[in-house]
Every structure is written in structure tokens, then in C-alpha cells.
T-cell receptor
Framework: GQQVMQIPQYQHVQEGEDFTTYCNSS?????IQWYKQRPGGHPVFLIQ?????EVKKQKRLTFQFGEAKKNSSLHITATQTTDVGTYFC?????????FGSGTKLNVKP | EAEVAQSPRYKITEKSQAVAFWCDPI?????LYWYRQILGQGPELLVQ????????DSQLPKDRFSAERLKGVDSTLKIQPAELGDSAMYLC?????????????FGSGTRLTVV
């Protein structure tokens, strides 16, 4: 299936610093979803983006969909230790979602 | 809050043995997916069901893997024979409709170790 590329693979931040992960595709995306997976846990749905240039916010999390619908980003403001985990983007194709390789976030207190 | 149930939580099996995983999706969710997640990687789609029908199993290694959802509710994924490379987390997910517009709900998964 299709696959989006995520960068960076790992990110270590000090608590209170900001964090951003990027999801890139060589083709136009119809929609994209973001998930969070805590260590030892399962992916949990965060949000879906559909429209070009869309920006959605959930408390300290800001999600963006690129104007060309070929990239997306997740930005966390003032990270907390509870933000630790792996963040995945997932590309929607024919009623299925294909996951990227994820960005693993570690937050040092 | 409704959950996707999976069992067993952990499974250790010897290579060449058969192994099966069970999933019970959220009540009323017609669409069910099985994903495999190798440690350190993203989930990889294996098979998609809509009610009792397989919609897409193009990524399922059919020589050893099989999946069924006979009554359109719970589902079983089987591996026979298991190989060392099958060691992974097997995740089941469901959504109310195809396309997962409201996101998938994942179960806690079955961690398979093949020795």
C-alpha cells in the first residue's frame, strides 16, 4: 500500500520545549489521520484532516494539512511528560489507512 | 467507553506451530481491520472486513495466514505454521463505517513471540 514518510524518527526534548513531527507524501493525500501510541500501548486516534490548508487544535496540539495536501504536521506546545509516546500519521486510501513509521517522542522532566 | 477486545494478550509459540488470535470489535462497528506491528515500526494492514466479507486481503501472506469473520461480529486471525519472523504485535481495529472517518479504535493487541 501507499506509505507516508515521517520525520524525525526520534525526538528528545526537555519538558516545556515544543515538538513537531512531519508527515510527507510524494502523492496528493485525500485525508490523513494522526494517532498516539504510548509505550506498551496501542494506537489511539487523535484527529483526521481532510481539507487543504486545514488547521485543527486540541489543547496544546496543533495539526496542519498542507495546501497541496502532500504533507501534514503535528506540533505540541510546551511538552509534558504525559506526551511521551510514538506519534503516527496514517494516509487514507480506498477506505483504509496506511501508517507511517512514526516519531518517537521522549520528554525529560 | 466502548473497547475492542482482543485475546490472548500474549502468546509464545514454537515455530511451525499454529496460533490464533481473537478480536471482538465495538458493538455495531461493521468494519474491522487486522494490523501487524513489528517493534519500532508502524502498524501494517493485513486484512479489512466489511461485515462478514473480506474487502481487502492483498497484504495478507495467504500461504500461512487466514482470517475470518463468519457472523460479521468477532474475528479470528490464524497463522499456520508460525515462523520466527511472525513475532510482532497483532492489532485489531474497528470503525463504524468504511473509511474510518471518525478514526479507528484499536484493541490492546496480541503480542506474539515465535521461538
Amino acid at each position: 500500500g501507499q506509505q507516508v514518510m515521517q520525520i524525525p524518527q526520534y525526538q528528545h526534548v526537555q519538558e516545556g520545549e515544543d515538538f513537531t513531527t512531519y508527515c510527507n507524501s510524494s502523492t496528493t493525500l485525500s485525508n490523513i489521520q494522526w494517532y498516539k501510541q504510548r509505550p506498551g500501548g496501542h494506537p489511539v486516534f487523535l484527529i483526521q484532516l481532510v481539507k487543504s490548508g486545514e488547521v485543527k487544535k486540541q489543547k496544546r496540539l496543533t495539526f496542519q494539512f498542507g495546501e497541496a495536501k502532500k504533507n501534514s504536521s503535528l506540533h505540541i506546545t510546551a511538552t509534558q511528560t504525559t506526551d511521551v509516546g510514538t506519534y503516527f500519521c496514517a494516509e487514507g486510501v480506498s477506505n483504509k489507512f496506511y501508517f507511517g513509521s512514526g516519531t518517537k517522542l521522549n520528554v525529560k522532566p | 467507553e466502548a473497547e475492542v477486545a482482543q485475546s490472548p494478550r500474549y502468546k509464545i509459540t514454537e515455530k511451525s506451530q499454529a496460533v490464533a488470535f481473537w478480536c471482538d470489535p465495538i458493538s455495531g462497528h461493521a468494519t474491522l481491520y487486522w494490523y501487524r506491528q513489528i517493534l519500532g515500526q508502524g502498524p501494517e494492514l493485513l486484512v479489512q472486513f466489511q461485515d462478514e466479507s473480506v474487502v481487502d486481503d492483498s497484504q495478507l501472506p495467504k500461504d500461512r495466514f487466514s482470517a475470518e469473520r463468519l457472523k460479521g461480529v468477532d474475528s479470528t486471525l490464524k497463522i499456520q505454521p508460525a515462523e520466527l519472523g511472525d513475532s510482532a504485535m497483532y492489532l485489531c481495529a474497528s470503525s463504524p463505517q468504511p473509511g474510518g472517518f471518525y478514526g479507528y479504535t484499536f484493541g490492546s493487541g496480541t503480542r506474539l513471540t515465535v521461538v
